[in-house]
Each structure stands twice: as C-alpha cells, then as structure tokens.
C-alpha cells in the first residue's frame, strides 16, 4: 500500500473570509479571480460562465470528496466558504477537462461502481446520503479530472538530478534519519468484520490467522505482515502507528480506504545518511512541490478567464447536519 500522490491533494483548501452571509472579494494579492455577489438568481449556490450549480449540486461534491466529515466539521469557521471553493476549482477543471476531449471508458467505470455496489451496506462509501447513481456520476466526472490533471503533470514536471542533489545538500546531517516500524496490518472494507477482527486476536487468535479470514489488503497472503515500513512513505492512517505500544491490538481506525487494525512488533531507527537512500524519498518530495505549485497556477488561471457569482447563504450547512453521520 504504497502512498501514491492522489491529485486532489494537490487542490488546496483555501480559506475565504464570510460577514454578514456576505462574500467578499479576497485579499490574497496573488488571486486574479474578482468574486462577485449574486442579488437574484432563484436559489443557485454558485454561477460559472453562465452555468447555475445549487444546494443539491454543492452538498453531493462535499459527500462525495469528504467522505469524513461531520457534524463539528460542519460549525467549524469559514467551512462553507471552503467547500465552495473546492467546488469551483472542481468544476472548472471538469470543463477544461471536456474541452480537451478527456474521457473515461464506461468499462473502466462500471467495473469500480461494481466492485462499490458490492461492499455492502456497512461500507464507508455507502454510508454517504447520495445514491448511487449521483455517485457514478461524480465518479466519472473526477476520474476525468484525474485524467486531464495526469495528463497536464506528465507533460509539464519534470524533477533533474541536479536538483534532488541540491535538495539532498541541504538536508542537516542529524536529520538524515529514517525510523522504521515493523507493522502487521488488517483492513476491511465494513466495521463489522474489523470488529470480528479486532475480537479474535484479542482472544489470542493469531494476527495471520485473522487477517487470512477478514483483511481485503494485498498483504492478507503474508498474514498481513508489512515487514519494515517508513510512515511517511504511506497513507496517512498509518500515522496512528506511532501512538501504539509494542505488540499492543490497536483500536479500529477508519479511513478512504476501509477499517484497519494494526499491530506494532518492532520499531528501529537508523541513520540513512547516503544519497541513494534518500534519493526516491527527496525525487518524491521536490515531484510533489512542483505539482502543487503548477494546478495551483493552472487553477488560478482558469478562474481568471471565468465569470463566477456565488450566493454563500443559499448552501446553508448548517441545516443539513441531520444527513450528516458520525465516524
């Protein structure tokens, strides 16, 4: 379970400042896009070149491209303004997408919404308020963003040798260290066989035993065994990692990817301090770094080339906590 750099990471949460259910034209010096107040426009929420998006358009994106969030996420400041945003940075790649004639094939398509279909109902995909066929739709639509946005990185990034060696002289030498943890690893794709997971090892059943029987992970055909793995070179869950004890059963964790149960059998530092050791690891960063940079630019353009008049209290957040679950 490599950490493979998902795009829509790369989409910056920017954060607008709201008064009054008023939207204001941002400060940043950097932003070229002028926002403007919609006076009467029925209910739309948002207004790009001439096309209205509304409550039901915005509210589907958010479940869809933040399966975590909850009802303290929803009273948390300036969120609204943030989904939005999110929203029109979405939408004006999904057309400049279109533009270029980017499309997804319906076999590639259906087999994912198949394999969701699937899951059941105690998946964290089902467990969204939006149907299934509202969610293949926005499935295809961010497949093809995914595309296009590839497509643009693929031509426009590039990372030299010469500049992962500057990066690499720059590093302090005491840091050029790597921690290593050897970790078993259960996920499943509901609560409830992780929970049946989590029982039988805490009875004394053997963490291969259990994983052969419940984990959907690549590495279940090793009774989960990971070996030695760097945190950082994963996704973000495993993070939790380091708050456990050796070989302690770790609670059931939650993410984009399922329900996980780790256990901690060893934990190591060593100090990497030559270059092609470090080398992927600083390829990957500086690789990161201009992609970020580029969409953000890229993004910013098309918002200058775009007309876009947003009405903030036609969303209304608040009054859809109700539909929201907690996890």
């Known amino acids: ?45 948002v207004v790009i070149n001439n096309n209205a998006y509304y409550r039901n358009d915005v509210m589907n994106f958010i479940y869809f491209s933040f399966p975590g969030i909850t009802e303290d996420d929803y009273n948390k400041d300036n969120l609204t303004r943030l ?8 939408q004006l790649l999904l057309s400049d997408a ?30 969204f308020p939006i149907s299934l066929d509202e ?6 639509e961010s497949m ?26 720059k590093i302090d030498k005491t840091k050029k260290s790597i921690v290593k943890y050897h970790v078993l690893h259960i996920v499943t794709t509901n609560y409830k066989d992780a929970l049946n997971a989590r029982r039988a090892l805490l009875r004394g059943k053997s963490f291969k035993e259990v994983a052969l029987k419940y984990s959907v992970g690549p590495e279940k055909d090793q009774g989960g065994d990971l070996g030695y793995i760097v ?6 869950i495993f993070q939790k990692i380091k708050r456990l004890r050796i070989k302690r059963i770790s609670p059931v964790y939650k993410s984009d990817y399922g329900y996980h149960i780790f256990q901690v059998l060893d934990k190591k530092k060593e100090v990497e301090v030559g270059y092609e050791v470090l080398k992927p690891k600083l390829y990957q960063e500086i690789f990161a770094e201009k992609v970020e940079k580029f969409i953000n630019d890229y993004v910013e353009v098309l918002k200058k080339n775009a007309k876009i008049t947003i009405n903030v209290d036609n969303l209304n957040l608040i009054s859809d906590n109700s539909s929201i679950k907690n996890n």
């Open 1 to 45: 379970m490599k950490k493979y750099l998902s795009v829509f990471i790369i989409l910056l949460l920017f954060i607008f400042s709201c008064e009054s259910g008023k939207v204001e034209k941002s400060s940043d010096n950097k932003s070229t896009q002028e926002v403007e107040e919609i006076i009467n426009l029925d209910e739309a929420v």
């Open 83 to 90: 989904f939005i945003d999110e929203f029109i940075k979405f």
């Open 98 to 127: 279109k533009k270029n004639n980017v499309k997804v094939s319906s076999e590639r398509l259906n087999s994912i919404m198949n394999k969701i279909e699937k899951i059941g109902e105690d998946s964290f995909v089902i467990d």
């Open 135 to 140: 969610y293949k739709k926005l499935l295809r």
């Open 144 to 169: 093809i963003v995914k595309e296009w946005l590839n497509k643009l990185i693929e031509k426009n990034i590039t990372v030299s040798e010469d500049e992962v060696k500057i990066k690499y002289e």
């Open 231 to 236: 945190l950082e070179d994963m996704p973000d």
